[in-house]
Nanobody
Framework: QEQLVESGGGLAQPGGSLSLSCVTS????????MGWYRQAPGRECELVAA????????HTADSVKGRFTISRDNDKSAVYLQMNNLNPEDTAVYYC??????????????????????WGQGTQVVVSS
């Protein structure tokens, strides 16, 4: 069964930056597109960014365009999200998983396209002064 371990969250001030990492195992990472989702309090799950297996960025949500950058390292089976110029609306739990167009209201209830359909625990990001 695959494992996805997100890290790097924490408390940031408005205008600050955080770097999220997701280390994976248990599946052929280099053949899967990957993405970052977020679940903000009281809001529906949002796919914020996605990257193809070859490293090409395929999706960046309008809400984070120009501020967030997704990348991946296939040798390390890891995907990253660099978040700059954070604002309080970025407060959320952030998850990595394969991107899908069929995002449910809750991220963890979205059908994962990974072989064993797993979700990680996510990493909490809080943006507050």
């Amino acid at each position: 069964q695959e494992q996805l371990v997100e890290s790097g969250g924490g408390l940031a001030q408005p205008g600050g930056s955080l770097s999220l990492s997701c280390v994976t195992s248990g599946f052929n990472f280099r053949t899967y597109a990957m993405g970052w989702y977020r679940q903000a309090p009281g809001r529906e799950c949002e796919l914020v960014a996605a990257v193809a297996a070859n490293g090409a960025v395929t999706h960046t949500a309008d809400s984070v365009k120009g501020r967030f950058t997704i990348s991946r390292d296939n040798d390390k089976s890891a995907v990253y999200l660099q978040m700059n110029n954070l604002n309080p609306e970025d407060t959320a739990v952030y998850y990595c998983n394969a991107p899908t167009a069929y995002v449910q209201a809750k991220c963890v209830e979205t059908f994962s396209l990974l072989p064993f359909h797993s979700w990680g625990q996510g990493t909490q990001v809080v943006v507050s002064s």
